[in-house]
């Protein structure tokens, strides 16, 4: 949990309190915590005044909601922010959108190694620079890496339509979310 800025945090409270009119709490910043027992350990003790307090996330930040929800904390999430922490701001983004809207993990009943090398296979990178069209970027990226138009005369070369070929491997192959391309597998 590198980012100070953008630490991930929850505020507890107990649905005891909440149905008594109350939303005591506290927030609980989880890079003060190793594991998911430390953390649930910190929230018992706080609502300790309770007998057998059932613990409420009443809200939380920077935390992405396929890892939480109002009663449940996904028992890797903390090993899933020590993998995300590892990777520089456009990977650890790209990771988040492939959990989210492709994979659909946690749901999907993998677990997180898997869906870490799977990850790994499918992102192609970030495209999002000089030409402003991410799939179009990747496109010329994706001509010059395979040598597509190498044995191809130069003069030739510059009647190639890369827009339609974008178009192409964008239809099936290739899948673009906010400028990160993953490969269909």
Known sequence: ???LENTPKIYVGTYGQYNDGSLFG????LSDYSDSKA???DCYEYHRN???PELMFQDWEYIPDFLISESWLHEDTFRYFEITDEMDEDRAEAFEIYCSSI???PSNGNDLDETLQGFE????GYFSGTIKDPELEFTYQ???DTGMLSDVPELLQRYFDYEAFARDLFLEGYSEY???VFADY
């Open 1 to 3: 949990m590198k980012n």
């Open 26 to 29: 506290k927030w609980f910043d």
């Open 39 to 41: 953390f649930y350990k």
């Open 50 to 52: 309770e007998f057998l």
């Open 103 to 105: 994979v659909l993990w």
């Open 121 to 124: 296979e499918s992102y192609q």
């Open 142 to 144: 994706y001509i010059e």
């Open 178 to 180: 906010d400028g990160h």
